[in-house]
């Protein structure tokens, strides 16, 4: 009996208590990382997306976030480095076969998403990743088999003298097949580790700052050579919101816009949502896609 004055819990039993309670606290941050929205904390729920660090959040957050970047008070912090929907890939995900419709409603311990290859679950037990051209998710162990099997004949060496120069091997002989999609992608470049360790996230980020480097020196090329881009710019802008007057995502992007105005500085989420000052490509690429998602 305890608290009876008939026992004194020694040091053994304060530090067996605090191994348990870190460990629950692990599982409990395991369990917030995959099966949670990185940025709103809500259950994950389809469209998921994941960025250039594999964290993963729902698709609706990360528009919120884009369109006012307060909406969340902790925004900056988790994903201060998305800067427009071509920062996230939406993911493909298999739905957890041994769970059914009824089940998924109700808070579970067992993850709704599972690995095509293996069936394993996306639980933060196996590595899980994604491919960034395609967005199809695998648990590294399952594409590990799948790629590695079919990619016998081309020679590793030559891949990492592509690397060490620090350019993006993109010849057809050094891609490899989606297994889900038949996507082509690089097995070096393409393939993101979801929810990675911190020293691998930490290589992540190196990875996406050289490659923003690189396409801000692109961009600013392409610039001085199309100066039309500018100009065509700011009316496609102005004709946007007015295109789809009964949409709540229109009315919903037109408010938004409204606000920024106000702000007199336009934030650099709207910016780039409505693609100011981009090439007309990506402009209509992102408004679709902002207005599929509520339609
Ligand atoms: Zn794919």
Redesign the pocket.
């Known amino acids: 009996m305890g608290n009876d004055g008939g026992s004194i819990p020694d040091r053994r039993d304060l530090v067996r208590t605090k191994a348990k309670a870190e460990q629950a606290d692990k599982a409990n941050q395991t369990r917030a990382r995959w099966f949670f929205c990185a940025l709103s904390k809500r259950p994950l729920q389809d469209p998921v997306v994941s960025c250039a660090l594999g964290k993963l959040y729902n698709k609706d957050s990360i528009l919120e976030y884009l369109i006012d970047k307060s909406a969340y008070g902790d925004g900056e912090n988790i994903c201060g480095h998305i800067r427009s929907l071509k920062d996230v890939k939406t993911l493909?995900l298999t739905p957890n076969p041994s769970l059914s419709s009824s089940a998924l409603s109700e808070p579970t311990s067992r993850s709704p998403f599972v690995c095509p290859l293996n069936l394993k679950e996306m639980n933060g037990v196996q590595p899980f990743v994604y491919?960034s051209?395609?967005?199809?998710v695998f648990s590294q162990a399952g594409l590990k088999t799948v790629v590695s099997a079919s990619s016998m004949s081309s020679s590793p060496k030559e891949k990492d003298s592509h690397t060490e120069l620090g350019e993006v091997a993109t010849s057809d002989s050094e891609l490899e097949i989606?297994p889900?999609?038949?996507?082509k992608f690089s097995r070096k470049n393409d393939v993101l580790m979801l929810n990675p360790q911190p020293e691998e996230e930490e290589r992540m980020r190196e990875k996406m700052e050289l490659q923003r480097s690189k396409e801000t020196k692109k961009t600013k090329k392409r610039k001085n050579a199309s100066p039309v881009d500018d100009t065509e710019a700011p009316t496609k802008k102005k004709a946007l919101p007015a295109m789809h007057p009964s949409m709540t995502a229109a009315s919903r992007a037109a408010l938004a816009m409204e606000e920024a105005k106000r702000k007199a500085t336009m934030s650099e989420a709207v910016k780039s949502l409505y693609g100011d000052g981009k090439p007309a490509k990506k402009e209509t690429f992102m408004t679709r896609g902002t207005f599929t998602r509520y339609a």
Not at 133 to 136: E, K, N
């Open positions: 493909k491919i051209t395609c967005g199809c989606c889900q999609c038949a996507t």
